[in-house]
RNA sequence: CGGGGUGUGGCGCAGCCCGGUAGCGCGCUUCGUUCGGGACGAAGAGGCCGUAGGUUCAAAUCCUAUCACCCCGACCA
């Protein structure tokens, strides 16, 4: 490809609206355009990486036995009442305003409407059938350019078994599949296992990448592989000291003291000899929450524990609940339902609230004081804390959601009547999974990555090419000659070759462009180097050039190629 | 949806407070010089200042409405 002919429209300032690594440099690369908020075009260099990324799920895929559809976005929109879906995504699905369809924003029902009727018999089972399509969601709040957009490519793949055993086996060779594909994009990633919850689904991981443009948090155990979404994490926590001695009850003047770090500094105490007190509201009734020192209720783990939604009660509540404002409420006398966090069990000598304002008591027993208190676990793992499978220090970090595997089961299947008939003839609805993988974010989440203050670097099978020759003054004859030469008997030899061979463009300018697309090894020929025979081949990633002798330039590239990846 | 911010040439921005008919850098075109890490000179092209109303002799500038985009949060997978 030469580039005076390739549009890549590169660009030397930092576009305003792009924040992120990924996004500043798709942008400055001439990878992608915006169109409107979250909506991108991909220029040709973008896509030409795209195309790559999709062409190593298909391998992959397909080997694992899948086969691939191409889908209508355009969806009637009584197929996704079905299921009752279209409530479900509510304003997250578009709908067409001059006739009755939805764009669809994922298709377990389109694919579980080809499977009726059709896959009826359990030989014709396990099948797995997939697509690599663009999916429309309205997103409130499009961000952090192509990671979460309005709409994106996604290859969605579904499994159809005729048994919940069979589709332990798929879901096994997706796990297996989607960790060549990562492996091969050369992303790293960590699997998270989440529990599906109320989608009847039994099980499902999340393949993630670490990246301050996350939208889940996780805490993650280098050593051991643990990972879990911060809302379920757990990690192995020193509970507070139950001391010989339980000390008695009684109440200490606090003006104006209502922070716990305010509590610590009145009394001269340690933050664990502290329970804070949380009022949170579930179904109409009021709970208080126990918290060691200034730690912070997980509301997700609450509401698991309580089984409902939570909210926090409102200051005007509190009074009327307790007795006193937020910052003077404890369990002493507190008449409604109590819960604490595990670190608190058992705990004495403690100091909390007097459910009175300005008072707080000392002397608590949690054990004798509060006889009806529940321990759940109920706060937040933090970085450091000790992993509660292997014992080394977990970290707690932003991660991208990259691709998702999902045993749904029958839930689809049975809602639209999907069934097979087994050995003895006898009616089953197919039993599905879902496996989804975000190919944009594959291309972010790569360049997150792989950059540095020049731009991208690539390695690897998402390179969008192996060469880049870099001519600088391209009107010297030897110069024009050699570099002509060169780009065409290694495309010949079947490298893809970006030549810059662009006139009236100052080398400088060709470096810095060079460095932000960032092929894995650049060619650069120029005047002074032919005059002794040679060109200089620089290495992208390392910054490391080298001069090679025109005669050995083959056998050198051959070399490197192979050792750049 | 709540909070904050920004809309001025292809890109990045100044001008707005204090109204007087638009400017800088980059990029683009032509010519010349230069030519190994984003060159120099000269001459050009390109903007009804997001949109719609209003105030005023006069609006990029003041007022109102509206739209778009970005960030934080909520929501979502």
């Known amino acids: 490809m030469k580039q005076s002919k390739a549009f890549i429209p590169t660009l030397k300032e930092v576009p305003a609206d792009a924040v992120i690594p990924s996004h500043i440099l798709m942008i400055r690369a001439g990878m992608v355009k915006m169109l409107s908020a979250g909506i991108y075009s991909f220029l040709p260099l973008g896509y030409k990486v795209i195309k790559q990324i999709t062409e190593i799920i298909r391998e992959e895929i397909d080997a694992i036995g899948g086969q691939e559809f191409h889908l209508p976005a355009l969806n009637p929109r009584e197929i ?28 377990e029902e389109i694919m579980t409407f080809h499977a009726k009727g059709i896959l009826k018999s359990y030989k014709e089972l396990p099948q797995i059938w997939y697509q690599i399509q663009t999916k429309f969601r309205n ?34 060779k997706h796990n297996k599949a989607y960790r060549k594909i990562f492996d091969r994009c050369g992303i790293k990633y960590f699997v998270v296992g989440a529990s599906s919850g109320a989608m009847g689904g039994s099980k499902s991981e999340e393949f993630m990448v670490r990246s301050d443009a996350g939208e889940d948090t996780v805490a993650h155990c280098e050593k051991c592989g643990y990972a879990a979404n911060i809302e379920v994490a757990q990690s192995v926590i020193e509970s507070v000291p139950r001391h010989e001695e339980s000390k008695e009850i009684y109440e200490i003047s606090t003006p104006n003291v209502k922070s716990i770090d305010e509590l610590c500094d009145f009394l001269k105490i340690d933050e664990r000899e502290t329970a804070k007190s949380r ?8 709970v208080l929450a126990l918290i060691s020192g200034n730690e912070e209720i997980n509301e997700t783990k609450l509401e698991a524990v309580l089984g409902a939604p939570v909210r926090p009660g409102r200051p005007e509540e509190l009074k009327e609940i307790s007795g006193a404002d937020a910052g003077s409420i404890g369990p002493i006398g507190f008449k409604h339902r109590i819960i604490a966090d595990l670190r608190l069990k058992d705990g004495n000598n403690l100091y909390s609230g007097a459910n ?54 029958t839930r689809y299947s049975e809602a639209m009547g999907a069934n097979f008939l087994d050995v003895n003839g006898k009616d089953h609805p197919l039993v599905m999974g879902s496996y989804g993988i975000g190919v944009e974010r594959v291309l972010a989440c790569y360049i997150e990555q792989h950059y540095d203050d020049k731009g991208i670097i690539w390695e690897g099978e998402l390179k969008p090419f192996d060469l880049h020759i870099v001519s600088l003054n391209i009107k010297n004859e030897d110069v024009r000659r050699e570099s002509n030469k060169l780009y065409d008997e290694l495309t010949a030899k079947g490298y893809s070759v970006l030549f810059d061979d662009r006139a009236n463009v100052q080398a400088g300018f060709k470096f810095n462009d060079a460095d932000l697309i960032g092929v894995p090894l650049q060619i650069v020929v120029g005047d002074r180097g032919l005059k002794e025979n040679s060109v200089e081949v620089k290495i992208r990633k390392s910054g490391e050039r080298t001069k090679v002798n025109l005669d050995e330039i083959y056998s050198k590239i051959e070399d490197l190629v192979k050792e750049a990846g």
């Open 80 to 107: 996704w009442e079905e299921t009752g879906r279209v409530e479900a995504f509510g304003d997250t699905m578009f709908h067409i305003k001059n006739r009755d369809y939805v764009l669809a924003p994922t298709h």
């Open 139 to 172: 997103e409130a709040r499009p961000r952090s350019g192509v990671i979460r957009g309005r709409q994106f490519l996604m290859k969605d793949a579904y499994s159809f078994d005729k048994s919940f055993e069979d589709l332990d086996v798929s879901y096994e």
């Open 279 to 286: 009022v949170y509201i579930c179904n109409d009734e009021p």
């Open 356 to 409: 009175k304002n300005d008072f707080h008591i000392g002397g608590i027993d949690l054990k004798r004081d509060v006889p009806n208190i529940e321990y759940f676990d109920l706060r937040s793992v933090e970085s450091g804390e000790t992993c509660i499978r292997c014992g080394e220090k977990l970290e707690v970090f932003k991660a991208i959601e990259l691709g998702h595997i999902f045993k749904l089961g």
